[in-house]
């Protein structure tokens, strides 16, 4: 039984090596073919820019090739089996079905945390620099910038300078309750970690909504927890940022009282979606004993016909509903998977009746 598990997994991680390839060739080809290839033969761009074009939008284009490339390989792998005969001999000397699909499975599970730390560490500075390259520099410079602080304050940047860590024209003010007991005005500053240094400002205070007191100051020093150039980040998109600096973006955005769905929906997304190779697998492995005979051609439409499904219902509907707020941003994340994972266990339950 061991040498005809070896001999199973080694199956399945050939052809998903040969799907992957595949389809990397096939993703990349088709879909920066018409723009990049273009720019390249008209002589537009330098041939390096449009070389590093293409390397750093291909992470992206690869992560979405997992799924498919997982559920060809089972369906290739035990389609052959079915083929020659050898899923008989393995079921005339006790293997189960399940225990056939075990080790492809856990293979499988490696393979999505793998695509996971692939998403996150590759893909979205992969992003980062394709917006770079197109002329869309990373934010450095800001102009008003407002959020809420911790302490009831409300803090506003005329001008963010995130990369030296200045700002110019700065407006501070506190509230009790509902009323303003608070400001500060200056003209510039800067922060060090939850240290703000201002310059050139008045204080004023106020007691049930009439000014107290103010006086006028060259410096001054307040602590505020919130970093001012976290907030640089909302000026890029989601998937430009890796899982700590989103998860971070999103908890001073919480803080600061803005709303933050977008960003949960994109949280949940870097977990659920690298799974999808393995939910689809789930699927693939039943569909490749009934329909194992028809060879390449039925494995290539089934894979793409259930990967579009997957698309289609996990990321346009699903998701696109909780990023407006009608679902929960995790169950708009995972719904797919779990609708998928649940017809793929039903059907292998049928094929092993």
């Known amino acids: 039984m061991r040498i005809l598990e070896r001999y199973i997994l080694r199956e399945y991680l050939r052809y998903f090596l040969m799907s992957f390839a595949f389809f990397v060739g096939l993703v990349i080809i088709v879909r920066l073919g018409d723009k990049e290839i273009g720019e390249l033969l008209s002589g537009d761009k330098p041939v390096w820019d449009v070389v590093r074009m293409i390397l750093y939008k291909s992470p992206a284009l690869v992560m979405q090739i997992f799924p498919a490339a997982g559920l060809l390989a089972i369906f290739f792998a035990?389609?052959?089996?079915?083929?020659?005969?050898?899923?008989?001999?393995?079921?005339?000397?006790?293997?189960?079905?399940?225990?056939?699909?075990?080790?492809?499975?856990?293979?499988?599970?490696?393979?999505?945390?793998?695509?996971?730390?692939?998403?996150?560490?590759?893909?979205?500075?992969?992003?980062?620099?394709?917006?770079?390259?197109?002329?869309?520099?990373?934010?450095?410079?800001?102009?008003?910038?407002i959020?809420?602080?911790?302490?009831?304050?409300?803090?506003?940047?005329?001008?963010?300078?995130?990369?030296?860590?200045?700002?110019?024209?700065?407006?501070?003010?506190?509230?009790?309750?509902d009323q303003l007991a608070r400001s500060i005005i200056a003209e510039a500053g800067s922060w060090r970690g939850s240290r703000w240094r201002l310059v050139n400002g008045i204080e004023r205070r106020f007691e049930n909504g009439r000014e107290v007191w103010a006086r006028r100051f060259d410096q001054i020093e307040l602590t505020i927890h919130e970093d001012p150039s976290i907030f640089a980040a909302t000026s890029m998109r989601p998937k430009e940022l890796?899982?700590?600096?989103?998860?971070?973006?999103?908890?001073?955005?919480?803080?600061?009282?803005?709303?933050?769905?977008?960003?949960?929906?994109e949280l949940h997304h870097?977990?659920?979606?690298?799974?999808?190779t393995f939910v689809v697998?789930?699927?693939?492995?039943?569909?490749?004993?009934?329909?194992?005979?028809?060879?390449?051609?039925?494995?290539?439409?089934?894979t793409m016909f259930v990967n579009f499904m997957y698309w289609g219902i996990g990321i346009a509907v699903f998701e696109a509903i909780g990023q407006i707020g009608a679902l929960p941003p995790a169950l708009s994340c995972w719904a797919a998977n779990m609708l998928f994972a649940a017809v793929g266990l039903g059907l292998i339950i049928k094929v092993r009746k």
């Open 242 to 265: 890796t899982f700590s600096e989103l998860y971070r973006l999103a908890r001073h955005k919480l803080m600061a009282g803005q709303p933050i769905r977008i960003e949960k929906v």
């Open 147 to 177: 959020f809420r602080a911790r302490g009831d304050m409300i803090c506003y940047i005329q001008v963010l300078d995130a990369k030296n860590h200045g700002m110019r024209n700065v407006s501070i003010y506190q509230f009790e309750g």
């Open 281 to 302: 697998v789930l699927i693939g492995a039943p569909l490749a004993i009934w329909f194992g005979y028809a060879g390449f051609a039925a494995g290539f439409l089934l």
């Open 78 to 145: 035990l389609g052959r089996f079915v083929q020659t005969n050898e899923l008989t001999a393995m079921k005339a000397v006790g293997m189960s079905f399940y225990r056939m699909l075990i080790h492809p499975l856990i293979a499988t599970f490696l393979i999505c945390l793998l695509a996971g730390l692939f998403n996150d560490q590759i893909v979205s500075r992969a992003n980062r620099r394709v917006r770079e390259l197109e002329g869309k520099e990373a934010f450095v410079r800001g102009r008003n910038v």
């Open 270 to 276: 870097r977990i659920a979606y690298p799974f999808a």
